[in-house]
């Protein structure tokens, strides 16, 4: 197969991306409807296609001329360094908390023709400087105990792969991937992981991480590459994810994150094979999801898992809320060694 694939011509590219909700809560907004033009109430960082992101709202304008046409201005804000600018589509709504679903804001996912994706830096913000009337909000259905709730979506560019096998016909969905794992058409590789035997397609896996690339360089043919100390759970699940882009939901494992066995949660798991398999996207996910877990309680074991998997984003929040907080633990607290198979 290898001796028909590499006779393809030309190769053909694959453009996947990745997607991602985040909810930013405006609290106190009485408080700061009238804090002048250009102040911003951003909220704080999460991930989308392993790059850090931000809402920033301004409840009286961003610039003069919003300010004085009355008008809050809000956008999203690449906080990421980039060497070159990220191809991204996004929505952003002010929820309607009255539960009638009437939301205001704006789609670029929806349309047809489809919208292009924009291209944006850090050097600049995406959004609408002309947002919603500001007079309008504080007696209305958007806004509920004081507080804004603001949707976004962010869809993000990741990445190309070259070079399909001339047999599967490039798709701008991920779901074509999810089939051809699931039916195991042409496979070429398999994964040993605890005693279990998993199918897959090289040209995806070294394509997706840097780890599968090295193994299946033309240097090592593998048929079978045998991953030791990992859970199959685990690595199906991260499987999954390389085709398809998404992960299973998490399961209700809070308990853990307030205690010792933190690698014991499906999240914490999937932190410590993102990183050992090399999976940077991934591993951007799984901190961002586990940012929403920092508390006074589960920050030492937090920091202690952040520490072990090399995951600085998830590192710095946690010391940034120890500083923050002025959280007054020992950080030298027994923790169990992290041994544990994932």
């Known amino acids: 197969m290898a001796d028909n694939a590499s006779k393809c011509s030309p190769p053909q590219t694959m453009r996947v991306s990745v997607k991602s909700n985040y909810t930013y809560i405006v609290k106190n907004y009485s408080s700061c409807k009238t804090i002048g033009v250009s102040m911003v109430k951003e909220s704080s960082e999460f991930q989308v296609g392993g790059r850090r992101w931000t809402i920033r709202f301004y409840p009286n304008g961003s610039t003069i001329d919003a300010y004085n046409d009355g008008y809050a201005s809000l956008f999203i804000s690449l906080q990421s360094e980039s060497s070159t600018p990220v191809s991204c589509l996004f929505n952003l709504y002010l929820l309607d908390q009255s539960g009638r679903g009437n939301h205001h804001g704006y789609t670029m996912f929806d349309g047809d023709p489809p919208k292009k994706p924009i291209h944006i830096d850090r050097s600049r913000m995406s959004g ?28 993000v560019q990741i990445s190309d792969m070259n070079q399909l096998p001339p047999n599967v016909a490039p798709n701008e969905n ?107 996207e991934l591993k951007g996910i799984c901190e961002s999801r586990m940012l929403e877990r920092v508390s ?19 590192k710095a929040a946690c010391l940034r809320f120890i500083a923050e907080n002025q959280v007054g633990m020992n950080l030298n607290i027994h923790l169990t060694p992290i041994y544990l198979k994932f």
């Open 128 to 155: 609408f400087l002309r947002f919603i009337k500001w007079a309008s909000l504080e007696h209305s259905k958007f806004h509920k105990d004081d507080c804004l709730q603001i949707s976004c979506t962010i869809e």
């Open 296 to 314: 006074v309680e589960s920050v030492p074991y937090l920091l202690h898992l952040a520490d072990f998997c090399h995951a600085a984003e998830l």
């Open 174 to 280: 991920w779901k074509d991937l999810g089939r051809l794992l699931e039916t195991k058409q042409n496979v070429d590789i398999f994964c040993k992981v605890g005693g279990e035997r998993f199918c897959a397609h090289k040209w995806v896996l070294a394509a997706r991480s840097l780890f599968f690339r090295s193994r299946l360089s033309d240097g090592h043919p593998d048929k079978e590459i045998v991953i030791p100390d990992m859970e199959p759970r685990t690595f199906k699940a991260m499987l999954w994810y390389i085709y398809t882009g998404t992960l299973p939901e998490e399961e209700q494992d809070a308990v853990y994150y307030t205690s010792p066995f933190i690698f014991e949660s499906f999240m914490g798991k999937m932190l410590a094979a993102a990183n050992r398999i090399e999976l940077n």
